[in-house]
C-alpha cells in the first residue's frame, strides 16, 4: 500500500515533466520565452536560448535582433558595425549567410568568414562550395549590383545603352569573358569583357581606343553607350575576377 502510494507519488512527480506546458515561437520550441526560437538562437544568431537577454542590457535577444541591434554587445552597436569574432564580416552579414557571429572560421576549413565571402565562397559550406553570384543592372539608376546568394554585396555606377542604341531589359545569362574584347564594328577595345545572352551585348571596363585614349571616364552614371553596360576601372576588374560564365544578369 505504502509502496504503490510512492509510486503514484513518483509518477506523479514524473508527469510534470511530460506535461509542463511547453513554449513555443512561430511553432518552435522556445526556452527562454523571448519569442526567438531555440532552433534559431543555436543555428542563427549564437544567442544563449535559456536566457532571454544573452547580454543582460534589458533589451531581449528578439527586440536587439529586430532592431538592428547586436544581442551580444551590452552596449548599443548595430548588428552591421558590430563584428564579434574579427573575422571580417559583420553580425548582420553573418546571420544572413548563417556563418557563427562568434567563430572566425564557422567551416573550419582554414579561412575566416570574411575572405570567404569577399572570394566568392560559402563560409558555412567548406570544399570550396561556392556563394550564388548574380548581378542586377538598374537602367534607371544606372548601378550594377554585384549580389551573393541573393544579397548586394557591391554596388557600381555604371553607363548603359544611350537612348538611339538602348541596353535590352531582361533575364540573361554570362555566356562568355574575355580579358581585352576587341569591337570590329567601333575598332576599339572593351577590357574585362563578359559576354551576355543577348547578343552583342556585355559588361565591360571604359573602353579604349588603340591610340590609347580610354572613351567616357567622366560617363558613369550617364547612358551613352552603344548597348553595352560600361564600368569603371576597378569595378570592372572586381566583377570579372568575381563572376563566372552562367551567372544571372538581370537588367530592369
Ligand atoms: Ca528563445
Ligand atoms: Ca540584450
Ligand atoms: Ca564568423
Ligand atoms: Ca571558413
Not at 515533466?17 to 513554449?23: H, K, L, Q
Not at 556563418?99 to 572570394?119: H, L, Q, R, Y
Not at 570544399?127 to 534607371?140: H, R
Request: one cysteine or more; hydrophobic letters at 35%; glycine letters at 10%.
Amino acid at each position: 500500500m505504502l509502496i504503490n502510494r510512492n509510486l503514484i507519488k513518483v509518477l506523479f512527480i514524473a508527469s510534470w515533466f511530460f506535461f509542463v506546458p511547453s513554449v513555443w515561437a512561430n511553432g518552435l520550441p522556445d526556452a527562454d520565452r523571448d519569442a526567438v526560437p531555440d532552433k534559431d538562437e543555436m543555428e542563427i544568431y549564437y544567442t544563449d536560448p535559456y536566457n532571454a537577454d544573452t547580454d543582460g542590457d534589458s533589451y531581449s535577444d528578439f527586440d536587439e535582433i529586430n532592431t538592428g541591434f547586436s544581442p551580444h554587445n551590452p552596449a548599443a552597436v548595430k548588428l552591421i558595425d558590430s563584428d564579434l569574432d574579427m573575422d571580417g564580416l559583420s553580425d548582420a552579414w553573418e546571420i544572413k549567410f548563417k556563418s557563427n557571429p562568434t567563430k572566425a572560421d564557422s567551416d573550419g576549413d582554414g579561412f575566416n568568414d570574411g575572405e570567404e565571402v569577399e572570394a566568392g565562397f560559402d563560409p558555412v559550406k567548406g570544399d570550396g562550395y561556392k556563394l550564388d553570384v548574380s548581378l542586377n543592372i538598374n537602367l534607371a539608376k544606372q548601378t550594377l549590383d554585384y549580389l551573393l546568394n541573393g544579397f548586394v554585396w557591391r554596388s557600381f555606377p555604371v553607363s548603359t545603352g544611350k537612348a538611339s542604341t538602348p541596353t535590352p531589359r531582361g533575364t540573361f545569362v554570362v555566356l562568355n569573358k574575355i580579358d581585352r574584347a576587341w569591337s570590329r564594328t567601333y575598332g576599339l577595345w572593351m577590357p574585362y569583357w563578359l559576354g551576355l545572352s543577348s547578343p552583342g551585348i556585355g559588361i565591360h571596363e571604359l573602353p579604349v581606343w588603340p591610340s590609347g585614349y580610354r572613351e567616357g571616364e567622366n560617363h558613369l552614371g550617364t547612358p551613352v553607350s552603344h548597348g553595352c553596360i560600361r564600368l569603371g576601372l576597378d569595378s570592372a576588374a572586381y566583377i570579372y575576377a568575381h563572376t563566372e560564365r552562367g551567372a544571372k544578369v538581370i537588367i530592369y
